[in-house]
């Protein structure tokens, strides 16, 4: 029906790529870098998106008949952040054990993560759920490709919306100070009086709700489906993300919108002829990280915001 | 690192790791008794003949490289195990996501040894050479189905392969792209430039230029078999470009399908009926019935006969004429003047009054692929060396 | 001589936690299982029938512990430099990619041989030998990048190790369907093969190929490396304390540089063995996830080289289990469960690790002061 837009299409593909495919890493790095800012890491992350992918679109599935199909996705994705929670309590409880080492557990918890999903996702694979309800920001538009491009979802609304309040919440309020003092320096958060345990378990489970959210936007949103390959490795770089961003919630948005669009660059270019190299391509978003980290780290200054406490065995 | 007793942390590591294992291995002992030796002589009195006359069930175990629940390739090859599963003196076993190393050797012998069977049938392209060959060597009297066209003349004599070409259906596919569509732009998303993925692309091409000589097409290559995120990214390029119709071949069409679905752009589908899937936009597609060809090899095992004694050929494919694919349910969008070409031409492929590849056949580089005059069946082996898109494909296959 | 007290107790707590761990972690599986509606104890019974059965069996989970011990070493060794790598499935694919375009170089001449080219004829040892420097040098420097880029620019080792493999990977893709492809791969885009009478055989009379010897002799290394020359105690006073390695003198740099090359020839001489044992040539079933089980390997043998052979026996015998809980006609698992299976051991017996030194029966009893002794005849108590 349209006329086709040409090397238009390559920033318009990218374009929509970032808005449709920046959600689970907004989610997942979002969920990281308060975990981590409580001096944490949690690898694990990629077990919990993909349980929690899993779990939205079960809940979605299953329950479409009983409360409609509009309610259901939402319902999906209230199920994808529990079924993270339980996850990151696993990993909690773990990880604070003496002598266990942060990212071994997190490791391990990939394994354990995906295997539950993989299990009990099988009888899901074929049926449909009801996805999440998009908005339509492109309709002033005539072309179909550009109206397609700019349907977003709620969840990435709700994302973008995290990001500064996360920003706030560690410089403006008092848990958020907590969290910053548990992360930085202990002995300071010990002699405030507050319980090193309990703040770190509320951020790792906090944060592995949010990154079950991010499976959900996953399956319910962009690509829309489950399956055993719905995940291109965004927990795992959701950890690369954070550092990226050095620990700031509203530079992970950007990092965030930066892989997303960075995912759609290899198609962009074969739908106009150039396909050379199209693995080099895909390989982009990586290269472009590993550059930029390189360039902007450097050893006479410490990795300015990175919590102190991060990497060390309690 | 404690440095307090460094003599103690190896040693302990050593001790812990030694007896860990050998706690495991000696209590399965314990559960287990003796080393299991009933299945080697299972094995050997069902060598020498596939049929089991004797009332001992005929053991043949399925091996695919992903899950069986892709919704796709290795989905259609399952149903086709579960096509004979029920049938009398018939056992199946299956083993999924066993990769392409040593581990689907392992398996194989795994199947032979433990559990019996005396018919193995690897699913994936990537099992046969080297690891196939290398199996089949140790147990002659094993007989090996490799779906795929890489039996040549010459391999052992206990390996055959089987595939249902795809060709004709894709054809008839393209033809009925082309009648619907309506801006004569077809977008394609496959997964790697190997051949059967080539073959696909070019029958479906030569299917619509036969309607609408100027039909163009698009191909975008993901690079690998199951990338949701790339195919719905490809997907919406395609439709970016003003694709109206797309087509697909990766392991699981439906993010492609629910994609165009969503793009409003109509779809051919692949491997299994999509229909429901998009139930506005849906054209019909190719669908693998793998059953039929299972069940062909149960009926000659159970009369006695083997690919050793010759009794199989070593090669068993074809197209639609022996009804090993067929077409998905019709979409709204087939008309029912398109209906009645439908039928027409699927009896002419069927009859063989036509063929897909008939000369002359250009590639997009303008080189004359197949000469006038000459023309190839499905079954034709030339047609596995086919390394290039055909005309007015925009994409490269290398 | 004999154990003093100590010593037992220490002893005895290292042989009883790990079993205790295994066994909980299958008692764990056992009631997944069951909540899933199989019996546990069939499931034991075909775990243990497949991965110790009998040498057959043991076999099969020895072949698939071969590659995991040089890719475990690929974290181990960083790991006592208080490194983080997790490079390991990169370097396989780098050295892979190596013993490749060595491997057709030596037989050949070229990467990419004409139907009419020739073997040079050289002898298979050369050729493997020549292989596996080749995966040895490029395994070592891809990691041994990520080493420097540590040290020079400080960038975070763990990051830049997994953006490395995402990387690799690429690059093999990119050079068996492009570049390097042998036209005839038409159905599996690969490299072109390396001539058979230069491929590893297998260990006289085994299934099992050379590698599982490269594995055990390379833990090995590591272990006196680490443990028992100048350079493994350097290593390890880096890995405790920075800084005091610093300014005791120490060069930390060439210490980080060359134990990341080390680590990285490890990963990369299970790349090799890939090609020249298991495929024959370059193509995208080399990256077979060996390298991230190498991660979990590293970690569980507590980055001790000989700990991590044996761990990789354990974990060989898991995977190879694996394929019976499909199989039996009783049990029809999905191919899911080894991988819970496998998360459920290695999370208890991570968790085990922290039990060293808590647990009251291998403490020390207290030993009430004595007094000291009076010059009178009474004692005080």
């Given at each position: 029906m349209a006329d086709a837009l040409g090397w238009w299409g390559v920033p318009l593909g990218i374009l929509a790529g970032t808005l449709r495919g920046s959600a689970p890493f907004l989610f997942v790095s979002l969920g990281e870098c308060l975990t981590e800012k409580s001096g944490k890491i949690n690898l694990g992350l990629e077990g919990t998106l993909l349980t929690g992918a899993m779990t939205a679109y079960a809940v979605s599935s299953l329950l479409q008949d009983k409360v409609g199909s509009a309610l259901s996705p939402w319902l999906g994705v209230l199920a994808a952040g529990c079924a993270g929670m339980l996850l990151g309590l696993l990993h909690a409880w773990l990880s604070q054990q003496p002598k266990v080492?942060?990212?071994?557990?997190?490791?391990?918890?990939?394994?354990?993560?995906?295997?539950?999903?993989?299990?009990?996702?099988?009888?899901?694979?074929?049926?449909?759920?009801?996805?999440?309800?998009?908005?339509?920001?492109?309709?002033?538009?005539?072309?179909?490709?550009?109206?397609?491009?700019?349907?977003?979802?709620?969840?990435?609304?709700?994302?973008?919306?995290?990001?500064?309040?996360?920003?706030?919440?560690?410089?403006?309020?008092?848990?958020?100070?907590?969290?910053?003092?548990?992360?930085?320096?202990?002995?300071?958060?010990?002699?405030?009086?507050?319980?090193?345990?309990?703040?770190?378990?509320?951020?790792?489970?906090a944060g592995s709700f949010l990154a079950g959210i991010g499976g959900a936007c996953l399956s319910l949103y962009y690509p829309g489906l489950w399956s055993e390959s719905v995940s291109s490795g965004q927990g795992l770089m959701a950890v690369a993300l954070v550092i990226f961003a050095r620990w700031n919630p509203i530079q992970c948005l950007w990092a965030s919108l930066f892989f997303g669009g960075a995912q759609a660059v290899g198609p962009a270019l074969q739908s106009v002829g150039i396909d050379q190299g199209r693995y080099l391509f895909n390989a982009a978003p990586y290269v472009l990280t590993l550059l930029i980290m390189i360039i902007t780290c450097s050893p006479k200054k410490t990795l300015s915001g990175a919590p102190g406490a991060l990497g060390t065995i309690n | 690192m404690s440095s307090r007793r460094p003599l103690y942390l190896p040693r302990r590591q050593v001790i812990r790791g030694l007896l860990a294992t050998t706690a495991f291995g000696v209590t399965s002992k314990l559960w287990t008794g003796c080393s299991p030796a009933p299945t080697e002589t299972q094995s050997s009195t069902g060598g020498g003949t596939a049929s089991p006359v004797s009332g001992k069930p005929l053991v043949i175990g399925f091996i695919y490289?992903?899950?069986?629940?892709?919704?796709?390739?290795?989905?259609?090859?399952?149903?086709?195990?579960?096509?004979?599963?029920?049938?009398?003196?018939?056992?199946?076993?299956?083993?999924?996501?066993?990769?392409?190393?040593?581990?689907?050797?392992?398996?194989?012998?795994?199947?032979?040894?433990?559990?019996?069977?005396?018919?193995?049938?690897?699913?994936?392209?990537?099992?046969?050479?080297?690891?196939?060959?290398?199996?089949?060597?140790?147990?002659?009297?094993?007989?090996?189905?490799?779906?795929?066209?890489?039996?040549?003349?010459?391999?052992?004599?206990?390996?055959?392969?089987?595939?249902?070409?795809?060709?004709?259906?894709?054809?008839?596919?393209?033809?009925?792209?082309?009648?619907?569509?309506?801006?004569?732009?077809?977008?394609?998303?496959?997964?790697?430039?190997?051949?059967?993925?080539?073959?696909?692309?070019?029958?479906?091409?030569?299917?619509?230029?036969?309607?609408?000589?100027?039909?163009?097409?698009?191909?975008?290559?993901?690079?690998?078999?199951?990338?949701?995120?790339?195919?719905?990214?490809?997907?919406?390029?395609?439709?970016?470009?003003?694709?109206?119709?797309?087509?697909?071949?990766?392991?699981?069409?439906?993010?492609?399908?629910?994609?165009?679905?969503?793009?409003?752009?109509?779809?051919?589908?692949?491997?299994?009926?999509?229909?429901?899937?998009?139930?506005?936009?849906?054209?019909?597609?190719?669908?693998?019935?793998?059953?039929?060809?299972?069940?062909?090899?149960?009926?000659?095992?159970?009369?006695?006969?083997?690919?050793?004694?010759?009794?199989?050929?070593?090669?068993?494919?074809?197209?639609?004429?022996?009804?090993?694919?067929?077409?998905?349910?019709?979409?709204?969008?087939?008309?029912?003047?398109?209906?009645?070409?439908?039928?027409?031409?699927?009896?002419?492929?069927?009859?063989?009054?036509m063929v897909v590849y008939q000369g002359e056949v250009k590639d997009n580089a303008g080189a004359v692929k197949i000469p006038a005059g000459t023309a190839y069946k499905v079954t034709a082996p030339e047609l596995t060396q086919i390394d290039w898109l055909a005309e007015g494909v925009a994409g490269k296959s290398s | 001589m004999a154990l003093s007290r100590s010593n037992w107790r220490s002893t005895a707590e290292a042989i009883c936690?790990?079993?205790?761990?295994?066994?909980?972690?299958?008692?764990?599986?056992?009631?997944?299982?069951?909540?899933?509606?199989?019996?546990?104890?069939?499931?034991?019974?075909?775990?243990?029938?497949?991965?110790?059965?009998?040498?057959?069996?043991?076999?099969?989970?020895?072949?698939?512990?071969?590659?995991?011990?040089?890719?475990?070493?690929?974290?181990?060794?960083?790991?006592?430099?208080?490194?983080?790598?997790?490079?390991?499935?990169?370097?396989?694919?780098?050295?892979?990619?190596?013993?490749?375009?060595?491997?057709?170089?030596?037989?050949?001449?070229?990467?990419?041989?004409?139907?009419?080219?020739?073997?040079?004829?050289l002898p298979p040892l050369m050729v493997q030998l020549g292989m596996a420097l080749a995966g040895i040098v490029f395994g070592g420097v891809w990691i041994a990048i990520v080493g420097a880029l540590r040290h020079y620019r400080a960038v975070n080792e763990t990051i830049s190790s997994l953006l490395m493999n995402y990387i690799a990977i690429a690059l093999l893709n990119h050079l068996v369907e492009g570049p390097m492809k042998d036209p005839s791969s038409l159905n599996k885009p690969s490299s072109f093969p390396i001539p058979e009478i230069y491929l590893l055989g297998n260990l006289g009379g085994t299934r099992i190929h050379y590698g599982l010897l490269y594995g055990v002799i390379a833990c090995t290394v590591a272990y006196f490396l680490i443990q028992h020359t100048t350079f493994g105690f350097a290593a390890r006073t880096a890995g405790g304390n920075v800084k005091a390695a610093r300014i005791a003198g120490l060069p930390v740099g060439k210490l980080t540089i060359i134990i990341c090359f080390l680590a990285g020839s490890c990963a990369g001489l299970a790349g090799m063995v890939e090609v020249a044992a298991v495929q024959g040539q370059a193509n995208a079933s080399i990256v077979a996830g060996y390298g991230y089980s190498g991660i979990l390997v590293a970690f569980v043998a507590r980055y001790n080289p000989l700990a991590a052979a044996l761990v990789a026996v354990l974990l060989g015998g898991i995977i190879n289990s694996g394929g019976a809980l499909q199989r039996s006609e009783l049990l029809r698992m999905p191919d899911a469960t080894v991988l819970v299976f496998q998360g459920l051991v290695f999370i208890v017996v991570l968790y085990s690790e922290s039990l060293y030194g808590r647990l009251k029966i291998f403490k020390e009893p207290e030993v009430p002061a004595t007094p000291p002794p009076t010059t009178t005849t009474t004692a005080t108590v």
């Open positions: 080492n942060d990212i071994a557990v997190g490791i391990a918890m990939i394994i354990f993560g995906s295997g539950i999903a993989f299990f009990f996702g099988k009888p899901f694979i074929q049926p449909k759920a009801p996805q999440l309800p998009t908005i339509d920001l492109g309709a002033w538009s005539s072309s179909p490709a550009v109206q397609s491009a700019l349907k977003i979802s709620p969840l990435f609304l709700l994302g973008v919306a995290i990001a500064p309040l996360m920003f706030w919440f560690f410089k403006s309020t008092r848990w958020g100070l907590f969290i910053r003092a548990v992360g930085d320096s202990p002995d300071a958060a010990l002699a405030m009086g507050v319980s090193i345990t309990k703040v770190r378990m509320l951020c790792i489970v | 490289n992903a899950p069986k629940a892709d919704y796709g390739w290795n989905q259609a090859q399952a149903s086709g195990a579960a096509a004979i599963a029920s049938l009398p003196g018939i056992k199946i076993i299956e083993q999924e996501s066993v990769p392409e190393t040593k581990e689907v050797q392992e398996v194989m012998r795994n199947m032979i040894d433990q559990d019996g069977a005396t018919v193995i049938v690897p699913t994936s392209f990537g099992y046969f050479d080297p690891h196939v060959l290398e199996v089949a060597k140790d147990y002659p009297e094993v007989q090996f189905f490799h779906s795929g066209t890489l039996w040549k003349e010459g391999m052992a004599k206990n390996v055959g392969s089987y595939f249902a070409l795809v060709d004709e259906g894709q054809y008839l596919a393209g033809r009925i792209a082309a009648q619907a569509s309506k801006a004569g732009k077809i977008g394609f998303v496959g997964a790697k430039p190997i051949n059967p993925v080539l073959r696909n692309i070019n029958s479906f091409m030569l299917g619509a230029r036969s309607v609408k000589p100027n039909t163009k097409m698009q191909v975008i290559f993901t690079g690998d078999w199951s990338l949701p995120v790339k195919e719905a990214e490809a997907t919406n390029s395609l439709a970016d470009q003003g694709c109206d119709v797309i087509a697909v071949h990766v392991d699981s069409p439906k993010v492609v399908i629910e994609t165009a679905e969503k793009r409003g752009v109509l779809c051919s589908g692949f491997h299994s009926d999509q229909s429901a899937l998009a139930p506005k936009g849906y054209l019909t597609g190719t669908m693998y019935n793998w059953g039929t060809i299972h069940k062909k090899y149960v009926e000659l095992l159970q009369a006695g006969k083997t690919l050793m004694n010759g009794g199989i050929p070593h090669q068993v494919i074809g197209g639609i004429a022996e009804d090993y694919i067929s077409m998905a349910t019709f979409g709204p969008g087939v008309t029912e003047a398109i209906k009645k070409d439908f039928d027409g031409t699927k009896a002419k492929l069927v009859d063989g009054s | 936690v790990p079993i205790a761990a295994i066994l909980f972690a299958l008692i764990l599986f056992g009631i997944f299982c069951s909540f899933n509606g199989k019996d546990p104890f069939l499931v034991y019974e075909a775990i243990g029938k497949t991965a110790f059965g009998n040498w057959r069996s043991f076999q099969g989970t020895l072949l698939r512990a071969a590659p995991l011990m040089l890719t475990a070493l690929c974290t181990a060794l960083p790991a006592r430099l208080g490194l983080m790598i997790i490079g390991n499935e990169g370097a396989l694919v780098m050295g892979g990619i190596g013993a490749t375009i060595f491997g057709l170089l030596l037989s050949y001449g070229s990467v990419l041989p004409t139907s009419t080219t020739t073997t040079l004829g």
